[in-house]
């Protein structure tokens, strides 16, 4: 079949409400450049005459967009699909191909097909060039689905150039891992990677590292240290290199006295911490560690000692919690001195056990999709009404992130007390705002279509 000459090809990743450009009310000085856009770009055949634009919406706006695409990619997780569905509506009844990927589409790969000319199921790499050459034959199929395990070496170096440098805070993002070896209930990964952990090789991703501009890395890996071998090998590499890096890991991983120290002598200088509750009990019930909260003050002074950040996170809802829980998370992330808390709710996502688990039992209270973007309540809780989980987050928020709790938690580190207060900051704005982004405001996805 005929190839086309040529075709103008369009990549979005779009925003729910709360992280959308303008009307959204997330800052530059917590956004760093997404992969997803540049990923895909990198998969284009250089055979292929394909002219492409990039447009995130957490920084873009496509009503300022001045290109008429052939054929649209559209990368949505839950949180974004109703907004990613919008876009592909909009541009399907212009006559454009639309094909849509990225975690919820391979959650939900029917739902997504209602709204598209073809859906990506998993992993891009192999299949999204085939795509491309398909659609250039008029030959575009519904699904693409890649289930064989992913080669290390089709993962490829991004294009950063297409992306609007200062828009972040930094372009410098990388994966050295995909997946995850854990199984932690309130977690879509291990069902979108199939419970799969892929690892690049070291070389690889040094290889890479050596592309970016500038000192600093950051590592976007759903869990960074993993796996104790690699982690050892990557780390080693790094402290060589001399980059600042940042990286998203476990306690647990960070309870391991060698990985510890090549983390410090790595130029290791923030770290986001999935701490998830103050509990026990809690832990317990979504598959994480629970005998590790008494460690983590000792954690923090560690860190804190060796000059590294943390953004950690936690999360309210799970079976075991009442209303004293946010009280305590609170009083803990002031105690131990986390530089940045971060505070989400439990979320059952579509297509996940968990999810079926709560349908089952008529627990699940919103099929919006968009509100599944961990701040909002779509479920009913055991010990406390929705609205009391909701209120709860929100007081979590502002009261982390009024001025006296911001000083208890940065005086007395050495994590750079300055870029801490200014980022505690730009937090604090979040906590702020984050009331008025309700059920109607995130349900609006015609905002700035």
Not at 161 to 174: A, C, G, P, R, W
Not at 198 to 225: A, C, Q, W
Not at 377 to 397: R, Y
Request: neutral net charge.
């Amino acid at each position: 079949m005929k190839l086309k000459k040529r075709c103008n090809l369009l990549l979005i990743l779009p925003a729910d409400a709360i992280h959308r450009s303008r009307s959204g009310i997330f800052k530059k000085s917590l956004r760093y450049a997404p992969l997803t856009l540049t990923y895909l770009a990198s998969l284009i055949p250089e055979q292929l005459n394909v002219t492409f634009k990039l447009v995130d919406e957490g920084v873009d706006r496509l009503t300022a967009l001045d290109f008429e695409p052939d054929i649209v990619g559209i990368s949505a997780m839950t949180a974004t699909a109703p907004r990613a569905y919008a876009i592909a509506d909009h541009y399907r009844e212009k006559g454009i191909k639309v094909v849509l990927g990225g975690i919820h589409p391979t959650l939900m790969p029917e739902e997504a097909l209602e709204h598209a000319d073809s859906v990506v199921v998993g992993f891009a790499e192999r299949v999204f060039p085939k795509l491309l050459e398909d659609f250039m034959r008029n030959n575009l199929k519904r699904i693409y689905e890649d289930s064989d395990d992913l080669p290390v070496e089709e993962i490829p170096i991004p294009r950063r150039e297409f992306l609007k440098k200062e828009s972040y805070i930094t372009v410098n993002t990388m994966m050295a891992t995909r997946g995850c070896p854990g199984n932690c209930s309130f977690c879509a990964v291990p069902h979108v990677w199939r419970n799969m952990y892929f690892k690049r090789p070291v070389s690889y991703v040094m290889d890479e590292i050596r592309t970016l501009n500038g000192d600093e890395v950051v590592f976007i890996d759903v869990h960074l240290l993993g796996d104790a071998q690699y982690s050892i090998k990557l780390l080693t590499a790094l402290k060589d290199a001399k980059k600042k890096w940042f990286g998203l890991t476990t306690a647990n991983a960070l309870f391991d006295r060698e990985i510890f120290d090549l983390v410090v002598k790595s130029g290791c200088k923030g770290l986001l911490i999935g701490f998830e509750s103050v509990l026990h009990r809690s832990l317990k019930e979504i598959h994480k560690n629970s005998r590790v909260v008494s460690r983590y003050a000792d954690l923090m002074k560690a860190l804190h000692d060796n000059g590294i950040r943390v953004n950690g996170t936690f999360l309210f809802g799970t079976d075991y919690e009442d209303k004293s829980v946010f009280e305590k998370t609170v009083d803990f992330t002031n105690r131990v001195k986390i530089d940045l808390p971060r505070y989400s709710l439990f979320t059952p996502y579509p297509g996940t056990p968990i999810f079926a688990e709560f349908e089952g039992q008529g627990r699940i209270t919103e099929y919006n999709w968009a509100l599944y973007d961990v701040e909002h309540v779509v479920f009913k809780p055991k010990n406390m009404k929705p609205e009391e989980l909701e209120e709860g987050l929100h007081w979590a928020w502002r009261e982390t992130y009024c001025f006296n709790s911001i000083f208890k938690r940065l005086n007395g580190t050495r994590s750079l007390y300055w870029f801490g207060f200014l980022v505690n900051l730009g937090y604090k704005y979040y906590a702020w705002k984050l009331p008025r982004f309700n059920k109607e405001t995130m349900a609006d996805i015609s905002l700035e279509l």
